[in-house]
């Protein structure tokens, strides 16, 4: 996606999502009890499972012209490609540099590269579970569209019905996190868990791009701060006791907090989209396009201080350092470098162009 066709708004909810991700790994190094540290219990409720909804909202643009378009399984290839490069390499670089900073012991870099992989929670598991949710997505979307060429007459590429294409998509999606679902627990294909809201951003961000109706907005707010108190990481909400079967509901409970959480986020984001001063909006735009990057390094500065503020600063000088060089651009953050000298001669044009009378 070129910097001219992004979504400012897109850009700003992920500036704040991964300062959210930023305050939960503070709130961790908080107190050793974090578990029941109740800023954390907040955060943790929503913040992973709002970063992949918004993930799909951003998948789901390249999503929405597809299924206007004649199949072609080209732009599929591209898609995985481009995944492949912004996701998996960076997963696998920084999975290498934490080798040689840590140097965990019973490991050689081959032995913790095979490790990472089964075990994605001890590298940036994030990246792998995005890329695998985008291949399923993929998956969905072929689908849709095979299904939708037999069934809905076609006319310039189009579909005459796009709520019935919409519908084939809504239910090949969930019939898709149903069947992962049924896939043996593994902790390699991370999409078990968390493509339902990978997916509920995709079709969110179709259907509803303004965000939720006004007679609507105040139900995640109430839902999510009655809920999150009774919400715990490592145990059983005492709500789920309550029910027969306990461990559905919990299932159930956990879920609905999460979705509740990342509706009320998104909401708020909007608010201060349209309220906030233009500097404040282009600071965090700024911040969510370098989302990956803080997110890969803000780990070493968590201990900084100001707590949040001084680990997304710092991972944001060290960004600009590695996206300057072919190497560790492509490499560590999967982008192809800033050419930092045309940046900087155009904005000095255009600071010294006068102005149009």
Not at 297 to 311: E, R, S, W
């Amino acid at each position: 996606m070129t910097v001219s066709s992004r979504d400012p708004y897109l850009d700003c909810l992920k500036g704040f999502a991964i300062a959210t991700v930023v305050l939960g790994h503070t709130f961790q190094g908080a107190t050793p009890d974090f578990d029941h540290y109740l800023p954390f219990r907040v955060v943790y409720s929503f913040h992973m499972p709002m970063f992949l909804f918004v993930a799909g909202m951003t998948a789901s643009l390249g999503l929405a012209r597809r299924l206007n378009e004649e199949l072609n399984f080209l732009p599929y290839a591209y898609e995985i490609r481009s995944r492949a490069l912004r996701l998996l390499v960076p997963f696998v670089t920084w999975a290498v540099i934490q080798y040689f900073m840590l140097r965990p012991e019973g490991y050689d870099p081959v032995t913790w590269l095979v490790h990472i992989f089964h075990v994605p929670d001890a590298g940036l598991w994030f990246l792998l579970t995005v890329f695998q949710c985008c291949c399923v997505l993929v998956l969905v979307d072929i689908t849709v569209q095979l299904v939708s060429m037999r069934l809905t007459p076609r006319h310039a590429g189009t579909t005459n019905n796009p709520t019935i294409l919409y519908l084939f998509l809504i239910v090949t999606g969930l019939v898709a996190n149903f069947l992962i679902g049924s896939i043996p627990l593994s902790q390699t294909f991370l999409p078990k868990g968390y493509f339902i809201f990978f997916f509920a951003g995709v079709i969110f961000h179709m259907l509803r791009p303004a965000g939720i109706s006004n007679a609507f907005r105040w139900i995640p707010y109430v839902t999510f701060v009655t809920l999150v108190p009774f919400w715990y990481r490592t145990e059983m909400s005492p709500v789920a006791s309550l029910f027969w079967h306990p461990k559905f509901v919990d299932s159930l409970y956990r879920d609905l907090v999460a979705f509740a959480g990342t509706l009320a986020f998104i909401d708020l984001v909007r608010v201060f989209v349209d309220k906030a001063a233009p500097w404040l909006t282009r600071s965090t735009t700024y911040i969510g396009r370098r989302s990956l990057d803080v997110y890969a390094i803000h780990f070493y500065f968590l201990a900084y201080f100001p707590p949040v503020i001084a680990p997304i600063a710092i991972s944001l000088g060290i960004s600009l350092l590695l996206r300057t060089n072919l190497v560790t651009s492509w490499l560590c953050l999967g982008q192809e470098p800033l050419d930092i000298w045309r940046i900087s001669r155009d904005r000095l044009f255009k600071t010294l162009r006068p102005a149009p009378e």
